[in-house]
């Protein structure tokens, strides 16, 4: 519980949908990947629903066998990131992920300690790299991630 919890549900609703912005991490119970469990996200942007990238304890091997892929991980330290991370983890920034939006307001809304607030500078100025370097991404897509993140 955070104090948070106790706020009443128009102040807690106005708090998760200003917070819900480009650039933070925030933890839901996702079914992506599936089995559904609780992750990790930073909020790359808004459009028609959340667009995110996924953090997880490490690139999986899928990805460590794609050299295309394994170059748009982005590390994110446990140090810079203290009150998120127990450990050192990776952002899978190969892809993003849509969350629904009213979802994760609900999810915060009953426990807005799933809002962790902004990533690092040095996070976002790696995901943009990352994204930059992807040949997963329109030129128009890396733009509008850009946009968002800077």
């Given amino acids: 519980m955070v104090l948070g919890d106790v706020f009443p549900a128009a102040l807690k609703m ?5 917070n819900l912005a480009p650039g933070s991490i925030i933890k839901l119970h996702s079914d992506i990947p599936t089995p559904a469990k609780e992750k990790f996200f930073i909020i790359a942007y808004e459009q028609e629903g959340m667009l ?7 690139a999986s091997q899928f990805i460590q066998s794609r050299p295309h892929l394994l170059d748009a991980q982005v590390d994110i330290l446990e140090a810079e990131h203290p009150t998120v991370l127990k450990y050192d983890s990776v952002i899978d920034c190969s892809k993003l ?6 979802d994760a307001v609900q999810q915060v809304c009953t426990d807005m300690g ?8 040095n996070v976002k100025t790696a ?24």
């Fill in 14 to 18: 106005q708090h998760a949908q200003d």
């Fill in 52 to 58: 995110a990238f996924i953090i997880n304890t490490e």
């Fill in 97 to 102: 992920v849509i969350i629904d939006t009213a």
């Fill in 114 to 121: 799933r809002l962790h607030g902004p990533c690092s500078s």
């Fill in 127 to 150: 995901i943009l790299d990352a994204v930059n370097r992807a040949p997963m991404y329109s030129d128009a897509e890396k733009k509008r991630l850009s946009d968002a993140l800077s």
